[in-house]
């Protein structure tokens, strides 16, 4: 129904004012008293074997909402009908930023995908804690951080453990952005010395928050390029021994414009931006696919990158990851991917 009635409609419009029409919508509809558990009836699977265990956490399926959706955390309730096992919400920056000038957000129709250079636009960590305390506690959330694009490089760390520190009542786990290609001066991210100060800085945090708070202390994962060649990749499997990091989300855009169907004088008007979608979905699974085989399986991974249909998951999966998420996909295929995911893992797995 979605891909016929309500697609075609949707992409007639800017695709930036369409995302917040459909919230609006989503919202007005679950406020009718009937439609979540419509909802709910016509997306969830609900089924014990579809139950993963990572990281101390309980996920009810494998099947979650990727970052940059719901980057302010306002949605998430009633996303949860969807089927969604977890929802990341973010990415969150201390201080609330509009992003890159618009437009920023374009589709690429022939190639399934989308181009994007959003740059981290967000109402800030403040707005993120006051939607996270409406939490009706229905599915999983994580809290997707990074920093603000105006702050200097020495500053970075801090920026981390203001949003860890804000969000840690109130997220089940973290995700260190370190991997978008839309903010400026982000090249100290790619730096293996500094992710291992960055990452002993978050989990000394962690340790401590927990023991004032007497609450668990929440797993940290970290969120990769699809871009990272061979050598880095090696060093990403050395820092998440080093650092003993709950696992690795790979992966975020790439900036690879490679074999794209889109005309070259189409990207020259798009200019800079991450692509997402069925473009970087075989270049997602081999980075999946790299780090499982040459680190032993010894970390969970959570695959994301063009799942747009079930094989395209069940693919990530036995290239690695535990969990996948969706985000080009959901836009493109509708909620109906959730429920078709879950149920050819139920039959596949
Ligand atoms: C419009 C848009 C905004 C995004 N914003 C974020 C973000 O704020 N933080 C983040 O970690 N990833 C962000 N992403 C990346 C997605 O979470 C995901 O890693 C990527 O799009 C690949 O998955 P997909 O092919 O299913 O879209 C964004 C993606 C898109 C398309």
Redesign the pocket.
Known sequence: MYKIFIRPIFFLFDPEKIHYFTFSLIRFLCKIPFIPAIFRSMYQVNDKKLERTLFGLTFKNPVGL???FD?NAVLYNELANFGFGFIEI??VTPKGQVGNPKKR?FRLKDDQG?I?R?G?NNEGLQTAIQQLKKNKGKVIIGG?IGKNTQTSPENYTADYLECFKGLHPHVDYF?L?VS?PNVGSHAKLNDKEYLLELIFACQKLNTQLSLTDKIKSKPILL?IAPDLNNLQLDEIIALVAETKIDGVIA???STNRANLKVSKERLEEIGNGGV??QP?KNQSTKVIKYLSEKSNKSFPIIG????HSENDALEKIKAGADLV?????FIYEGPGLVKRINKAILENI
Do not use: R, W
């Not at 998420?325 to 996909?329: E, K, S």
């Open positions: 990727a970052a940059g980057k973010g990415t957000l989308i994007n959003m981290f997707n995700v952005n978008c969120k992966s975020n855009t997402s979608g970087i994301v990158g063009g799942i998420q969706i985000y080009t996909g």
